[in-house]
């Protein structure tokens, strides 16, 4: 792999990141404000938006442990995107579709994430 495709594939990743948390806030707005869902759509947004955030500051880690700690959070975060996007269907049932989307982005994220930890330990055993 050159270095241009690793800056690439980091761009896309960064940008990917970016774009789910563009479309959390688009979707928060489809929802309804009510006392079951406010605290829900607080959540989503913290947690959906803060995958892109902390992917930037693993891009900016100061050691290789400090970008799995990072990523870590990236995966941590989109697992609980999950979670919130789950609590929406239950609260507006006719977000399923929708919902529906972005759940599975945020599931392979956090495939993704889970993906880079794992490579990261096994170089870690490796040395």
């Known amino acids: 792999m050159t270095n241009g495709q ?3 594939n980091k761009y896309d990743l960064e940008e990917r990141t970016a774009k789910f948390g563009e479309e959390i806030l688009r ?3 489809s929802i309804p404000r ?3 869902t406010l605290p829900i759509i607080s959540q989503l947004v913290r947690a959906g ?5 902390n992917y930037c500051e693993a891009d900016d880690a100061e050691s290789r442990q400090d970008f799995k700690h990072k990523i870590g959070i990236c995966k941590k975060e989109a697992r609980e995107t999950k979670h919130w996007l789950r609590m929406v269907v239950v609260a507006v049932p006719e977000s399923k579709i929708e919902a529906g989307i972005l759940w599975q982005e945020a599931k392979e994220l956090n495939l993704i994430f889970n993906s880079i930890i794992n490579k990261i ?3 870690q055993l490796d040395i």
Do not use: P
């Open 27 to 29: 979707f928060v707005k």
């Open 121 to 123: 330990t096994r170089k």
């Open 34 to 36: 009510r006392v079951d």
């Open 49 to 53: 938006t803060s995958v892109g955030a």
């Open 6 to 8: 690793m800056t690439k």
